[in-house]
């Protein structure tokens, strides 16, 4: 049976963090006419100093348009479904670092399909995360039995990255957006790379090696011998 996972404290503070960031960029676009999402949105065709801040910002940046409302609630909402079990399991820490990972090779690989198109269209939105964080809870899974997807789906985990792979190459197909589909990539083999940063063996504390002592290391000290004879009566 399908329920809504708890609104655990990282997943909240970031739902708020995205919906705010959201509807400031209603307002001072649509009403003041201050271009912040030229500002968060990574502009993939052109490198320079504003890439610094935009691959960690553009996940920030989304359309002011009508249309976008409700696919921006939709992301909203599989944020929490997708990311909200995972900080479950791993923490709050953990749930952070997977989406900077997410959100670091998406725009990385993005970057690279942006330098060589021409006219490359700006990459925006929370969709990194929400792959990202599908890809990882799969992928730490895998090997461990079945899954119910959303509690209506059996399936294996590896499965489920398939189906998010074959969204987005369905989307690339009706889209023909080379650097959305290789951001979505590098989204999910983020989360895929972070769940085996975390399945690393632990490195091994190696033991300070014991010092021998030398000749050297030994020193005299000054009046501790007697001149005179000591004699045993």
Known sequence: MFRFP?????????????????VL??????????????????D??????????????YVFAADTGPAYVFPMLITLLFMWLMLA???????????????????????????????????ARPLFGAGALVLGTLAAFA????GQGRMSFFGMVDMKPVHII???????????????????????????GGGMGFIEYLRRPP?????????KKSRRDLSMIEGGREDKPRWIN
Not at 6 to 20: D, G, N
Not at 86 to 93: D, P, W
Not at 162 to 169: F, K, M, R, V
Request: charged share 15%; proline share 4%.
């Open 85 to 119: 079990p995972f900080e479950q399991r791993f923490g709050g820490k953990r749930a952070f670092q997977l989406c900077v990972a997410a959100a670091l090779a998406s725009a990385l690989l993005a970057l690279l399909v942006g330098a060589v198109l021409a006219g």
């Open 25 to 42: 960029q209603i307002l001072l676009g649509n009403w003041a006419g201050v271009p912040l999402f030229g500002w968060l949105a990574l």
């Open 162 to 188: 398939y189906l998010a792979l074959g969204l987005s190459l369905l989307m690339f197909i009706t889209s023909r957006d080379a650097v959305s589909f290789a951001a979505d990539l590098g989204a999910i």
């Open 139 to 142: 992928w730490s899974y895998r």
């Open 203 to 211: 490195k091994r504390r190696r033991k300070p090696k014991k010092r």
């Open 6 to 22: 708890p609104l655990t404290p990282f997943v909240k503070k970031l739902l708020i963090a995205l919906f705010a960031a959201y």
């Open 44 to 57: 993939t065709g052109r490198l320079g100093l504003h890439t610094l801040w935009q691959v960690g910002t």
